[in-house]
């Protein structure tokens, strides 16, 4: 669905998602729902990917070794493959969307419950990784 369409701003703020998940969230509001849904949600991304490989074919993977006998971690970031060729089709790729969108409505969810910000925990991953840089090694 066409971000514009439905008027939403591509540059959504964390924080109005957050709020508007705990304005909706009343069903699976205790937190062994939330995190149930969670991984429910992980595993319907990942069904998603691999009906993309197996059944749709618009993507597939090839596999191999990843090559780590390199003299750098540059070198090895450059010689890392993700082993997907092709692209997702609009069909698998709206299917993905939506599956990761309810993952994040049910991660904002998980931060309402645990009161942490979403923004919050961005930023500080965000931090993490812009300091340490390559050597974060994720």
């Known amino acids: ?56 074919g618009c993507i597939e993977i090839h596999a191999t070794k990843q090559d780590y006998n390199k003299d750098s971690l540059i070198e090895i970031k450059n010689n890392m493959q993700n082993h997907i060729k092709g692209k997702l089709c609009p069909t698998c790729k709206e299917i993905l969307e939506e599956e990761i969108g309810a993952h994040l409505f049910y991660l904002a969810a998980l931060c309402n419950s645990l009161d942490i910000n979403l923004a919050d925990a961005l930023l500080k991953e965000y931090g993490n990784i812009k300091a340490l840089g390559i050597f974060s090694l994720k």
């Open 1 to 56: 669905m066409d971000r514009n369409t439905v008027g939403i701003n591509k540059d959504i703020d964390c924080d109005d998602f957050q709020k508007q998940v705990d304005e909706v969230l009343i069903r699976h509001k205790s937190i062994l729902d939330v995190i149930t849904k969670l991984n429910e949600y992980t595993s319907r991304i990942n069904r998603a990917v691999a009906k993309s490989v197996t059944y749709c």
